[in-house]
């Protein structure tokens, strides 16, 4: 017969995390609104899907979906350094 071992934790904090892998889209979305780093997250998350798409790049000439994603960047990077967002 085996026997198991239990320990005892004290666990701080709301129980959401507790139940939760990850903070809800939402959750995630007003902490980056909240914390002004929304428009500098998303030109990082557009940074990685362009050098992903710069890995699969066959031709020299860039693709219009490459040169929109390279805008759009460019784009919320100038919106992460000249603007915050304000809730209505």
Same mark, same amino acid.
Do not use: N
């Given at each position: 017969?085996?026997?198991?071992?239990?320990?005892?934790?004290?666990?701080?904090?709301?129980? #959401?995390? !507790?139940?939760?892998?990850?903070?809800?889209?939402?959750?995630?979305? &007003?902490? %980056?609104?909240?914390?002004?780093?929304? #428009?500098?997250?998303? /030109?990082? /998350?557009?940074?990685?899907?362009?050098?992903? #798409?710069?890995?699969?790049?066959?031709?020299?000439?860039?693709?219009?979906? !490459?040169?929109? !994603?390279?805008?759009?960047?460019?784009?919320? &990077?100038?919106? %992460?350094?000249?603007?915050?967002?304000?809730?209505?």
């Amino acid at each position: 017969m085996m026997t198991a071992e239990y320990r005892t934790y004290t666990l701080s904090g709301p129980l #959401f995390w !507790l139940l939760c892998d990850r903070p809800s889209e939402r959750t995630r979305l &007003q902490y %980056h609104l909240k914390t002004g780093d929304y #428009f500098g997250v998303l /030109a990082t /998350a557009l940074g990685f899907v362009e050098e992903a #798409f710069e890995e699969k790049e066959d031709s020299i000439i860039p693709s219009r979906e !490459l040169l929109l !994603l390279r805008d759009l960047k460019k784009d919320a &990077q100038y919106l %992460h350094k000249e603007y915050r967002i304000c809730e209505k």
